[in-house]
Each structure stands twice: as C-alpha cells, then as structure tokens.
C-alpha cells in the first residue's frame, strides 16, 4: 500500500537510462544540433545533459577521425572546485592531469583510442560543465556538456485524524510537482538543501464530506508517482473533535448537578431532625 510504484519506479528508471544512453550516443554521432560552422573559432556544441545520481555517465567529443586528431582536453567546472583539465597529446603520446581529484571522473577508455570521459558513478557534486576540446588538422573543435544529476525524491503521503492530508517528495533533484486528486484547500512550500536538493511538501484539507480517498501525484524528471489513502470520515472525525469541548463540560454538569442535589439533601434531612414536623410539611409543599 505504502510503495506501489516501486516495480513502475525501477522501469521509468531503466526507461529512462536507455532514453539517456541513447541520447548521448546520438549526440556521439550526429552531434549537430547547434554546431555554429565558422571555420576560424573552434567550431562549438553544447550539450545539456540530465544523468540519474549512481548510473555511469560516458561523455562523448565531436565525432573528428582519431587520425586528425592530435590534443584533447577535458575541462571540467564543478562548483566550489577549482577547474580540472585532463589532456592527451598524440605527438608525444602523453596524458596529463591538473587539479583532477576526483577518482570517479576518468577516460572512458584508452585516450589514444578514445576521446570520451567517464564519471562512474554520478554523484551530486558532478553537477557542472564539463568541456571537451579537440586541436586536430581539420581544426579546433568543443563541445561543452552541461551536466544535470538528478535525484528522484521519496514520495510520503500521511493522513490526520481531523481529514487533512501531507505530501511531501523528499530530497529530489530538481524540485518535483506535487498536484491532488480531487483539488483540496491545499497550502504548498520547499526546503531546499545545502547538497542541492530540494523537498517539495504539501498540506491539504478537504472540507467537503464526501471526498473520500485522496491522491497525491508526484511529478518529476526521473519518472511519476502516485500515493492514494482514505480520509477518515467527516462524521467520525466530528463526534471526536466534539467529544471534549461539548460532551465532558455536560457530563460534568450533571455530575456537579447530582453532588448539589445531594448536598441538598443532607441538609434538608439535618434541618428535619433538628427542628419539628411543621418543616417537613412546608418542604412537601414546595
Ligand atoms: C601510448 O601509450 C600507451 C600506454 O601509455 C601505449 O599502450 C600505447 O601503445 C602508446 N601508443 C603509441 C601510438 O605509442
Ligand atoms: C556552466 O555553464 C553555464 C552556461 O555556460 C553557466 O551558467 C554555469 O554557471 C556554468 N556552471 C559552472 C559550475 O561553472
Ligand atoms: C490537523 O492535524 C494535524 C496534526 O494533528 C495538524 O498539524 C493540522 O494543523 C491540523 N489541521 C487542521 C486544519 O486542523
Ligand atoms: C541531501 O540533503 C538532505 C538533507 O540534509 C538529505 O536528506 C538527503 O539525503 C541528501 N541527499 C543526498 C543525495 O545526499
Ligand atoms: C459531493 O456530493 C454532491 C451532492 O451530493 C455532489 O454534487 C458532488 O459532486 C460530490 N462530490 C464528490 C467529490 O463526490
Ligand atoms: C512542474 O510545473 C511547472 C509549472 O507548472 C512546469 O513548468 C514543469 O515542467 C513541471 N515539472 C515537471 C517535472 O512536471
């Protein structure tokens, strides 16, 4: 009940890693899409480039024959780092490595047979550019990636006793859309974290009585998920919110009632034994 998206969870997931697996492939091969064909600056691609937090993400150069080719350059800008370059020099056949730290962040292979790179696995500090340049005797090429980890968030859905509902996609990257089914009188916020993501919550109240299964449905990058439970009924919820400021001052009352008609009593019964019978007759009379 709690997690019935999960198995549709897991195929968005690996939906959605094809999707990107092919995505950059394509971008591999035909990578044209803004090639801007001015012979004399490096001839420029850019890339935006969504990858899931913990998959591989392999980063393909401009497709140059690796004959022509004889420098690439890795220039990658994550935030809060100084920038790493990461070289290949064909002529000498030589790597080289400035300010990179990072051990996740690699060739994809061997540079003189192939030009990508490879972060496995993503992490949320790889968010940023990551800038592929090529010198080769056909000219200067880049192609720039503009590198976006996601996060799915964790969807939780809680219902209150007085028929009002939270739902909240926590720690997701980016921030995802919570809507309801049926519409409520809803109040929504997020907290962003200092790692970057971000928890979307939501609080609703459905006055109406006969709303009785509410849905809450968390749109997002990676994938959709939907959480439904049962509002407690309205009448239920009423006798309960009714129950101590109505109920107990009656209970009391009659319970006070009944102590004052027995102090009362004993009066009325003291006063008889001390004084005569004329009393007794007056008290019938009342
Ligand atoms: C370049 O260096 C690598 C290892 O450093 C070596 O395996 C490869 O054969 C070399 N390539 C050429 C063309 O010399
Ligand atoms: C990456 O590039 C974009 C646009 O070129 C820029 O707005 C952004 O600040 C860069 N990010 C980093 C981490 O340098
Ligand atoms: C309903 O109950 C919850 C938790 O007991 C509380 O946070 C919320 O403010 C209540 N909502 C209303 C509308 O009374
Ligand atoms: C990001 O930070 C939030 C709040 O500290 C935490 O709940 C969440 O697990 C973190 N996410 C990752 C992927 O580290
Ligand atoms: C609630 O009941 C009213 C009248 O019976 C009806 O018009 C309305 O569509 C109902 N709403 C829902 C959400 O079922
Ligand atoms: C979230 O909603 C905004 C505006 O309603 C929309 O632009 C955006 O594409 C939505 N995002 C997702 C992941 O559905």
């Not at 056949?93 to 994809?108: G, P, V």
């Not at 990676?222 to 209970?251: H, M, N, Q």
Request: net charge neutral; glycine share 4%; with cysteine.
């Amino acid at each position: 009940m709690l997690y019935p998206w999960r198995p549709s969870h897991l195929r968005l997931l690996f939906i959605l890693t094809i999707f990107l697996v092919t995505v950059s492939s394509d971008l591999c091969m035909h990578g044209n899409h803004t090639m801007q064909s001015t012979p004399t600056p490096p001839t420029q691609v850019n890339t935006s480039l969504p990858v899931l937090m913990g998959t591989k993400a392999v980063l393909c150069c401009l497709p140059i024959p690796l004959t022509s080719v004889l420098v690439t350059t890795w220039k990658i800008t994550l935030r809060h780092r100084p920038s790493c370059t990461m070289s290949y020099k064909k002529d000498t056949n030589e790597t080289t490595a400035t300010n990179c730290a990072d051990e996740r962040i690699s060739w994809a292979s061997r540079p003189d047979q192939d030009p990508r790179l490879q972060i496995d696995p993503v992490a949320l500090s790889h968010d940023g550019n990551y800038s592929c340049e090529i010198v080769s005797r056909d000219g200067n090429f880049e192609h720039r990636h503009h590198l976006q980890v996601l996060v799915p968030p964790e969807v939780i859905l809680y219902v209150h006793k007085n028929r009002t509902a939270e739902c909240k996609a926590v720690a997701g990257k980016p921030a995802a859309n919570v809507s309801w089914f049926p519409p409520g009188d809803c109040l929504t916020g997020l907290d962003s974290w200092a790692n970057g993501t971000v928890t979307v919550w939501s609080t609703c109240n459905w006055p109406d009585s006969n709303v009785t299964i509410v849905t809450c449905s968390v749109s997002h990058s990676t994938g959709e998920k939907s959480l439904s439970k049962k509002l407690p009924p309205a009448a239920e919820g009423t006798s309960r919110d009714y129950f101590l400021p109505v109920i107990c001052p009656i209970i009391s009352l009659i319970v006070l009632g009944f102590i004052w008609c027995l102090i009362c009593v004993f009066r009325k019964c003291k006063s008889k034994n001390l004084e005569a019978i004329p009393d007794e007759e007056e008290v019938r009379s009342d």
